[in-house]
C-alpha cells in the first residue's frame, strides 16, 4: 500500500468519525435537554400542587375559624391548642379532644390515654355525641 493512499484512508475515517461525533452530540444534547425539560415540568407540577394544598388547607382553617363559637367552656375545647372547640372523635380509644386543625398534626398518639389512633373522624353531630371526658 502507497502512503498517499494510507494518508487518504485515514483522512475518510477521519471524517466518518467526526460526522458520527456530530450525530451522538446532538443526539446527547438533545435528550439531555429533554430530561431536563421533563424534570423542571415535574418540578414545577409538584410546586404548583403544593401550593394548592397549601390554599386548600388555609381555607378550611379559615373558614372553620369563622364558623366556630368564641365563649365555649374549658371542657368543650381541643385539649392541644386550648383554643378551638373540639371536633374530632379519635378512633379505636374513642376520645374526643381534639380540633381538626391539630388533628392534622396529631396522628400516631391521642394526647389522652396515648393508645395509637388508626382513624380520627369528624363528627357531623359531635355536640349530641356523648362526650368522653378529657381529664
Ligand atoms: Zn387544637
Ligand atoms: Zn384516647
Not at 105 to 128: H, S
Request: with cysteine; aromatic share 6%.
Amino acid at each position: 500500500m502507497q502512503v498517499s493512499s494510507l494518508v487518504k484512508k485515514l483522512d475518510d475515517s477521519k471524517k466518518n468519525y467526526r460526522i458520527l461525533c456530530i450525530i451522538f452530540g446532538t443526539v446527547g444534547i438533545v435528550l439531555g435537554a429533554l430530561i431536563i425539560r421533563k424534570y423542571w415540568k415535574n418540578k414545577l407540577m409538584y410546586e404548583e400542587e403544593d401550593r394548592r394544598k397549601l390554599r386548600i388547607e388555609e381555607s378550611r382553617r379559615e373558614r372553620r375559624r369563622r364558623m366556630r363559637d368564641d365563649d365555649l367552656p374549658e371542657n368543650q375545647l381541643c385539649v392541644v391548642c386550648k383554643a378551638n372547640p373540639i371536633e374530632i372523635i379519635l378512633l379505636p380509644c374513642g376520645h374526643v379532644c381534639l380540633c381538626e386543625d391539630c388533628s392534622v398534626d396529631i396522628t400516631e398518639q391521642c394526647p389522652v390515654c396515648r393508645a395509637g389512633i388508626e382513624k380520627n373522624l369528624l363528627p357531623m353531630f359531635y355536640n349530641v355525641l356523648f362526650l368522653k371526658k378529657c381529664t
